[in-house]
């Protein structure tokens, strides 16, 4: 297992602190559900948001569907 540093803003630490306080768990459990349950979250919107630039950039290409469809025997 890794540590990670981060900075967080007061009001965010303040919360983190309170939360831990009354229920009894340290700080580093939250923040491993924090990145544990959303990290594909994240990742799914940054990925989508870097394709969809490389595409209008012009970096990646496109395929109609009905290509798509064809190369994954899917037609009707």
Not at 32 to 60: F, M, P, Q, V, W
């Amino acid at each position: 297992m890794k540590t990670v540093n981060v900075r967080i803003s007061d009001e965010i630490a303040e919360r983190l602190d309170r939360l831990a306080q009354e229920t009894h768990r340290t700080k580093s459990f939250y923040l491993r559900e924090i990145i544990e349950n959303h990290l594909e979250d994240i990742e799914d919107a940054y990925l989508a948001e870097k394709r969809l630039e490389d595409i209008r950039s012009g970096k990646t290409q496109t395929i109609p569907l009905s290509e798509a469809m064809k190369r994954l025997d899917l037609e009707h």
